[in-house]
């Protein structure tokens, strides 16, 4: 691209995406070893948390249903009965054996509250509880072999970041000469908290100008900007994550933050069965859609 030419940047892209058609990038890592202990402590049934158009969401109903399984998605958003048929996100969750509850906006928010955890296992029984995002333990661990020694020969680590949890495994799997920044999608920068519960060491920071109003929140610019790096490289990204990532990350090149001979190497973490739902609301704003 003629901007990385003209800065002397050489940036490149992990294409964590194509691990698996449906279990892609940080969900497939995310969930790696928390199946494993799910099945270790003889758990048959899985129960975690999301909103809509959650990655999580329908990563966990195909790996539940992959590894034979039960899973239960608790859904924010009591509005949803009745509609979610129409939601792609939760169609194809529902079609790979996910059974909803769903829970008004104002409930949602006790999602880590041990009393509200507690009704939830007295309703459906003694399940392994996985938190929205994935993020535990157990998931940073799986994030952290994201990185490879291949990888050794860049100066920067890029990842978005939504709970935490890939950009945590990243710091901890990063070598001393390298940098991890992370890009939330979310405003406010109380993920500094989230992420200092799992880490080691300090060579990080989020970058927190590029979130276009919070979680799901997009505009005609970073629309234009994923479907012409779509059209320029052939790589398809999501609105929600990566596409806010690698907006910020050329946005950065352009203000001359990175010396010339920089290595970066930025992180696809998937997510891509997002667009169709981004685009149905994309349709009702009459605004651009993103090509898919």
Sequence with gaps: MPLLREKGIRLYLKREDTIHPFVSGN???????????????????????????????????????????????????EELVGKWQNNPTLKLAHEH???????????????????????????????????????????????????????????????????????????????PHQSVLGFPALKGDFLIEEICTFVHNDRWKLVTDYHFGGYAKVDQQLIAFINLFKSETGIPLDPTYTGKMLFGIFDLIKQDV????????????GGLQGIKGMNLVLKKKNLPLLDV
């Excluded at 990175?258 to 973490?269: D, M, N, R, V």
């Design 258 to 269: 990175f010396e010339p001979g920089t290595q970066i190497l930025a992180i696809h973490t």
């Design 97 to 175: 054996g996910m059974q909803f509850h769903f829970v008004s906006r104002s409930d949602y928010r006790y999602k880590n509250d041990p009393s509200f955890i507690e009704k939830l296992k007295e309703q459906f029984g003694d399940v392994y509880l996985l938190p929205e995002g994935g993020t535990n333990a157990l998931a940073v661990k799986g994030c952290s072999e994201i990185l490879t020694d291949e990888d050794v020969t860049f100066d920067y680590i890029c990842s978005a970041a939504g709970t935490g949890g890939t950009v945590a495994g990243l710091i901890n799997a990063s070598r």
């Design 27 to 77: 969900k497939y890592r995310k969930l790696k070893y928390n199946l494993l202990e799910a099945k270790k402590h003889g758990k048959d049934t899985l129960l975690t948390f999301g909103g809509a158009f959650s990655n999580h969401i329908a990563a966990t109903a195909y790996a539940g249903w992959e590894q034979g399984l039960k899973t239960i998605g608790v859904i924010r958003g």
